[in-house]
Antibody
Framework: EVQLVQSGAEVKEPGESLKISCQGSGYSFTNSWIAWVRQMPGKGLEWMGI????????RYSPSFQGQVTISADKSISTAYLQWSSLKASDTAMYYC???????????????WGQGTLVTVSS | DIVMTQSPDFLAVSLGERATINCKSSQSVLYSSNNKNYLAWYQQKPGQPPKVLIY???TRESGVPDRFSGSGSGTDFTLTISSLQAEDVAVYYCQQYYETLPFTFGGGTKVEIK
């Protein structure tokens, strides 16, 4: 079974750093793009960026460029999303998702991770 | 960015009746070289991650009930639930995955039982 398992919920204060993870299993991790998607409380889905773990080719949405860093460690089939200095406005659910099987970067997402809730509050 | 506009924002439909959700893209997502529309539909139930229902605008994902269907081409697309069931209560999103990043989502349509 193809599966993405994300790290647990986080509660942080403004200004702190954070790195959340997404571990893939049941498929060749290096051969599919992994995207990150933000969902703010009660809101819709926002595409943040995407990485190809095979060569770490990474692309960002202009809205998130410079605000987050996406990386991957193919040796442990894990992708990451990190912040160097969190803001209250980063409070959201963050999902990782894999590009469809056999597809390149231009693909739908399937499956999705279960989500990581990040709460930033003083 | 390609802007995806869904309508309506909210839809209340009686059990067994048809639900229709529209999605319009600000530019065509039809790739002429392969004649494919780079458009997917997702269902998100409360407390769950999104799940793909339809890709290539009209190809149903394996295991998705056949009451769900997608249609349209170019800039105008529709997701139809032919006979609404209680388990279909969810928010539905369209997404374009055409060549230009970012691969944007529509704002979502919340479907409830009337």
């Amino acid at each position: 079974e193809v599966q993405l398992v994300q790290s647990g919920a986080e509660v942080k204060e403004p200004g702190e750093s954070l790195k959340i993870s997404c571990q893939g299993s049941g498929y060749s991790f290096t051969n599919s793009w992994i995207a990150w998607v933000r969902q703010m409380p009660g809101k819709g889905l926002e595409w943040m960026g995407i990485i190809y773990p095979g060569n770490s080719d990474t692309r960002y949405s202009p809205s998130f460029q410079g605000q987050v860093t996406i990386s991957a460690d193919k040796s442990i089939s894990t992708a990451y999303l990190q912040w160097s200095s969190l803001k209250a406005s980063d409070t959201a659910m963050y999902y990782c998702a894999r590009s469809g099987p056999g597809a390149g970067i231009s693909s739908w997402f399937d499956p999705w991770g279960q989500g990581t809730l990040v709460t930033v509050s003083s | 960015d390609i802007v995806m506009t869904q309508s309506p924002d909210f839809l209340a439909v009686s059990l067994g009746e048809r639900a229709t959700i529209n999605c319009k893209s600000s530019q065509s997502v039809l790739y002429s070289s392969n004649n494919k529309n780079y458009l997917a539909w997702y269902q998100q139930k409360p407390g769950q991650p999104p799940k793909v229902l339809i890709y290539w605008a009209s190809t149903r994902e394996s295991g998705v009930p056949d009451r769900f269907s997608g249609s349209g081409s170019g800039t105008d697309f529709t997701l139809t639930i032919s006979s609404l069931q209680a388990e279909d209560v969810a928010v539905y999103y369209c997404q374009q995955y055409y060549e230009t990043l970012p691969f944007t989502f529509g704002g979502g349509t919340k479907v409830e039982i009337k």
